[in-house]
Nanobody
Framework: QVQLVESGGGLVQAGDSLRLSCAAS????????MAWFRQAPGKEREFVSG????????YYADSVKGRFTISRDSAKNTVYLQMNGLKPEDTAVYYC?????????????????WGQGTQVTVSS
């Protein structure tokens, strides 16, 4: 089992920045990929960004490319999402997820473990 705990959400204005963190604990040795998803009210959960634990390859949804940056600290088993230039449409609950297989799917069903989510609200 892997436990994921997100932090760093909040209420900001358009154009501001936030950094989300996700700390993994438990059976972490076989984590291959960690990712961020988000879900806005009335919408499906969508992929935001992912990172391969070995190699650090990063992947982004088109909607956040150039504004968001994912990174990891292997020593701390923590993944970060730096969000710059936030827009009202970025408002959602942001979830951290992990999977023990290689590859960075954009579908939520491919991930094994999830955090509880952290709310990000961007006002206009």
């Amino acid at each position: 089992q892997v436990q994921l705990v997100e932090s760093g959400g909040g209420l900001v204005q358009a154009g501001d920045s936030l950094r989300l963190s996700c700390a993994a604990s438990g059976v972490t040795f076989n984590i291959q990929v960690m990712a961020w998803f988000r879900q806005a009210p009335g919408k499906e959960r969508e992929f935001v960004s992912g990172i391969r634990w070995s190699g650090g390859n990063t992947y982004y949804a088109d909607s956040v490319k150039g504004r968001f940056t994912i990174s990891r600290d292997s020593a701390k088993n923590t993944v970060y999402l730096q969000m710059n230039g936030l827009k009202p449409e970025d408002t959602a609950v942001y979830y951290c997820a992990s999977r023990s297989r290689d590859g960075v799917p954009f579908t939520s069903k491919a991930y094994d473990f999830w955090g509880q989510g952290t709310q990000v609200t961007v006002s206009s």
